[in-house]
């Protein structure tokens, strides 16, 4: 009879066992801390039926077989304790250096009670008639006193440090230590209720139920490692400093026929059941299109890396009626970013910025690409603080007609200044921008600021006749844009024909139906349209002939060339004839010296633009600039 609750502990125990190991398991080494308690609470509820037995046993057996037994299960009752305490302090404190200095007061208090334990007195009782037994005297108060320092610490230390666990976690904590301290206080005062051991299986399975269970880290479908699974994984990687090295395998998985979700979770788990076979590999799937490969040793994920590019050789691989499409990610030290969530900003970060990818399917990171996105995050931060605090300015640049022999337009260029007041030059974060879609509202805030000046100062009075305001190809993109620029527009009550909207050519133009209809659209209400950057990399005549485009801006590079190389001069005639010809205007961009602009002049080069004339200059510098030489 007064083994029952044991052994129902026992068979709890069992149970979870069988369905704790026949899952995948991350094997981490905060996983260990919980299997540190449920082993010893096992051998714990083991050392109390043992003892049980032998104290009915009394008169047949040893007496000092009996003492030693007791003892033992006394001690493995603070053993339980302690190992419930520091699988707390474990959760505080994931770097190891910090846990031990922690750990080792409590293991210290543990080791010199158990030594008392084990020599203090000890007494039993068994009355045959009630079957009522159990153990007393200075050994057994000295168990429940120290029992009672630990629950007591554990309790106060989930709750002081509560900002740094989960309230879940900090409630499922408290339920095990009251459940534990409620069986020690009905067992201190009713010797013969032996409930304590039963009561921290009960605590066990509490934990089991809310946080242990390998399954919550498993995606039912494939059986993979799931997100959460992967932050646990890559937190406790980093906390350790352990070197690892991860594949990340993006899939792009059309169908031809129309299964749609379900033939997408089929060769998701076949594909699952492929990767789990790469040894010494951990597979984690964090989305539909990306699976990562983990291993903590480099040359393993190397070697996985051949076989995968040998099995998925193109990346147009039929299965069925299913094509789908692989791309590698390769980052062989992982620790050059410092968190799991930094890891995976790093690999959509070399994702989208590395067109290379796309034509050859791997890509392998290094410290560099860690540092260019750092440096992106924090142009990120720069630029969302400069344009909440209205630190973004525009500077113009005036451009001059040779036909008319003055000033008649200017270049708006936006500039943004840091918190210690330093100008950031666009260069350094229009990409940024256009890559995060930052670009949207910095486009707006640049083209509100000049249609305020243009409305605040008129500077159609000093001869100019329109100003060019840079596009974003990101922003011709963007259905609302034209709808948004004219609104901007009639809200300062700015002439349409007053503004001229710079286009750079792009080679990979996705959405260009959109941009026609912008572009439309903006010329139906009295905007013009320049190509900027003619001549750069990109160039592609067929633009000028699509696109309803009134100026050619030369880039400064090609304004360059014409006066060092042969090749470039003739190039340029023609590109030159060519426009004329389709009666477009033409800007010279970068003229630097009075040789250039005389030669462009000469040239019959209608517009011309360069630090030659003048720098970009803020506004007010700009408007006694055009005032001064416009007279
Ligand atoms: P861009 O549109 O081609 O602008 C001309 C760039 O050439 C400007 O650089 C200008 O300062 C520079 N420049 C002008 N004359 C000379 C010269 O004689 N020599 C040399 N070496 N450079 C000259 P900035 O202002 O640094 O702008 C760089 C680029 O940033 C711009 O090239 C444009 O693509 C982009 N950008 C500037 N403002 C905006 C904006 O408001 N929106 C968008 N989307 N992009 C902008
Ligand atoms: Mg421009
Ligand atoms: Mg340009």
């Known amino acids: 009879?007064?083994?029952?609750?044991?052994?129902?502990?026992?068979?709890?125990?069992?149970?979870?066992?069988?369905?704790?190991?026949?899952?995948?398991?991350?094997?981490?080494?905060?996983?260990?801390?919980?299997?540190?308690?449920?082993?010893?609470?096992?051998?714990?509820?083991?050392?109390?039926?043992?003892?049980?037995?032998?104290?009915?046993?009394?008169?047949?057996?040893?007496?000092?077989?009996?003492?030693?037994?007791?003892?033992?299960?006394?001690?493995?009752?603070?053993?339980?304790?302690?190992f419930g305490f520091l699988y707390v302090l474990r959760e505080l404190y994931p770097q190891f250096k910090i846990y031990i200095y922690h750990a080792k007061y409590v293991i210290a208090l543990v080791s010199i009670a158990d030594i008392g334990i084990l020599i203090a007195p000890i007494h039993f009782y068994y009355n045959p008639d009630t079957a009522a037994l159990y153990s007393y005297g200075p050994a057994t108060n000295l168990t429940y006193a120290v029992a009672l320092v630990i629950i007591l610490m554990t309790y106060s230390t989930s709750v002081i440090k509560s900002s740094k666990l989960t309230t879940r976690k900090i409630h499922s904590i408290q339920a095990w230590m009251t459940i534990w301290m409620a069986a020690a206080i009905v067992q201190f005062f009713n010797n013969e209720y032996l409930i304590v051991s039963f009561a921290s299986v009960v605590g066990i399975l509490i934990l089991y139920l809310h946080f242990e269970n390998p399954e919550f880290n498993l995606d039912h479908i494939t059986g993979m490692f799931n997100q959460n699974a992967y932050y646990l994984a890559t937190n406790e990687l980093y906390n350790y400093e352990i070197d690892f090295s991860i594949?990340?395998?993006?899939?792009?998985?059309?169908?031809?026929?129309?299964?749609?979700?379900?033939?997408?979770?089929?060769?998701?788990?076949?594909?699952?059941?492929?990767?789990?076979?790469?040894?010494?590999?951990?597979?984690?799937?964090?989305?539909?299109?990306?699976?990562?490969?983990?291993?903590?040793?480099?040359?393993?994920?190397?070697?996985?890396?051949?076989?995968?590019?040998?099995?998925?050789?193109?990346?147009?691989?039929?299965?069925?009626?299913?094509?789908?499409?692989?791309?590698?990610?390769?980052?062989p030290n992982a620790r050059i970013v410092s968190s799991g969530k930094e890891l995976l900003n790093l690999v959509q970060y070399v994702r989208v910025t590395n067109i290379g990818l796309f034509k050859n399917r791997f890509y392998e990171v290094d410290e560099l690409d860690a540092h260019k996105m750092r440096n992106e995050e924090f142009m990120e931060h720069e630029l969302e603080d400069a344009m909440a605090a209205d630190r973004v300015v525009v500077y113009f640049q005036p451009i001059y007609s040779t036909a008319l022999g003055r000033y008649t337009s200017a270049e708006a260029l936006v500039r943004v200044y840091d918190r210690k007041g330093n100008l950031l030059p666009p260069d350094s974060f229009i990409h940024t921008a256009e890559s995060n879609g930052m670009i949207l509202h910095l486009g707006e805030i640049v083209f509100e600021k000049v249609c305020k000046f243009i409305h605040d100062e008129n500077p159609a009075k000093y001869g100019l006749e329109y100003i060019e305001v840079n596009l974003s190809i990101v922003q011709c993109v963007y259905k609302n844009l034209a709808t948004n620029y004219i609104r901007i527009m009639k809200k300062y009550d700015v002439d349409p024909r007053f503004i001229n909207l710079e286009i750079t050519e792009s080679a990979s133009l996705r959405g260009r139906d959109t941009l026609i209809k912008n572009m439309e659209t903006l010329i139906e209400y009295g905007v013009s349209f320049s190509l900027d950057d003619f001549g750069?990399?990109?160039?592609?005549?067929?633009?000028?002939?699509?696109?309803?485009?009134?100026?050619?801006?030369?880039?400064?590079?090609?304004?360059?060339?014409?006066?060092?190389?042969?090749?470039?001069?003739?190039?340029?005639?023609?590109?030159?004839?060519?426009?004329?010809?389709?009666?477009?205007?033409?800007?010279?961009?970068?003229?630097?010296?009075?040789?250039?602009?005389?030669a462009l002049k000469n040239m019959d080069i209608g517009h011309i633009q360069g630090y030659y004339l003048s720098k970009p200059i803020p506004k007010y510098e700009f408007l006694r600039f055009i005032q001064e030489h416009n007279a």
């Open 247 to 331: 594949i990340s395998v993006i899939f792009d998985i059309r169908f031809e026929g129309n299964i749609q979700e379900e033939g997408k979770d089929i060769l998701m788990s076949e594909m699952a059941r492929y990767f789990f076979l790469l040894p010494g590999v951990s597979v984690f799937k964090i989305t539909d299109q990306q699976v990562l490969l983990l291993s903590k040793n480099r040359e393993n994920a190397s070697n996985s890396l051949q076989i995968l590019n040998d099995t998925f050789d193109s990346s147009l691989s039929k299965y069925d009626d299913t094509i789908l499409y692989t791309k590698f990610i390769f980052i």
């Open 536 to 598: 750069t990399g990109q160039s592609n005549l067929n633009y000028i002939v699509d696109f309803p485009f009134a100026i050619v801006k030369f880039d400064k590079d090609m304004t360059y060339s014409y006066f060092v190389s042969n090749k470039a001069k003739y190039i340029m005639d023609t590109a030159m004839r060519m426009i004329k010809g389709l009666g477009l205007e033409i800007v010279s961009e970068g003229v630097e010296t009075a040789e250039q602009f005389i």
């Open 1 to 82: 009879m007064n083994i029952l609750t044991q052994c129902c502990g026992l068979a709890l125990m069992f149970l979870m066992l069988f369905f704790y190991m026949s899952k995948r398991r991350l094997r981490l080494l905060s996983e260990s801390s919980f299997l540190h308690v449920f082993f010893v609470t096992f051998i714990c509820v083991i050392l109390d039926m043992l003892s049980v037995i032998s104290i009915e046993n009394m008169g047949a057996w040893n007496q000092n077989f009996i003492t030693v037994i007791s003892r033992l299960y006394l001690v493995s009752l603070t053993l339980v304790a302690m």
